[in-house]
């Protein structure tokens, strides 16, 4: 099994905690990829990984040996961000980790509340991560084709960037960020809301 674990750690809800696919099974052996990024906040620093949990058959001999001679490929990050990753793992505290989920958790809240007001969309509440899924009412819209046009209208008309779920091989949603301050996601809300009411059916 692979997974991608680059948002390891960030579930905030309580009732239903992260836990690691590599802490699943010993038998089914696990490739897990991580990163800086998402959860110490560093995306330019382009510094990722791959954790393997073989299991006692050693399935992934092979492929442990073959990732070993990958890493000898120049093409990684640079020295400064390797040689900063020991003290990053060591040092930096847990209360890194609490505030940042605290944070998302109001921003997801925010975003949820606000954009559930908005005839015409429907927010998925998040409880991980740092996204948001929103269902667009494709019935409700009078000159909205898809997802797409949707996101690309939105960018065109009021300046905010979303991505359609068509990016991730689901139609009829958009994704929105919510690793933002809460005032930034009701300003995002209140253009939404102008956006929806200029294309939608009630408002013709
Ligand atoms: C699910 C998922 N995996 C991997 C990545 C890539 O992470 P990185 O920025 O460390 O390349 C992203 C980035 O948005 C992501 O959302």
Known sequence: MI?????YGLSYDEE???TSFG?????VPVIATGSLSKIYCVPGWRCGW???YDNAAQSLKLVIENLNKHSMILLHPNSLVQAAIPAILANVPESHFTELK????????AAFERLSKIHGIEPIQ???AMYMMVKINSEDFKDIEDDIDFCKKLLAEQNCLTFPSQCFFAKGFFRMIICTKPE??????DRLEAFVKAHHKDHA
């Open 3 to 7: 997974a991608d674990e680059v948002y």
């Open 16 to 18: 239903r905690p992260f």
């Open 23 to 27: 802490d699943l099974t010993t038998t």
């Open 50 to 52: 791959v954790i393997v």
């Open 102 to 109: 605290s944070k998302l958790k109001t921003s997801s809240e």
């Open 126 to 128: 998040s409880r991980a």
């Open 184 to 189: 930034i996601l009701l300003e995002f809300g």
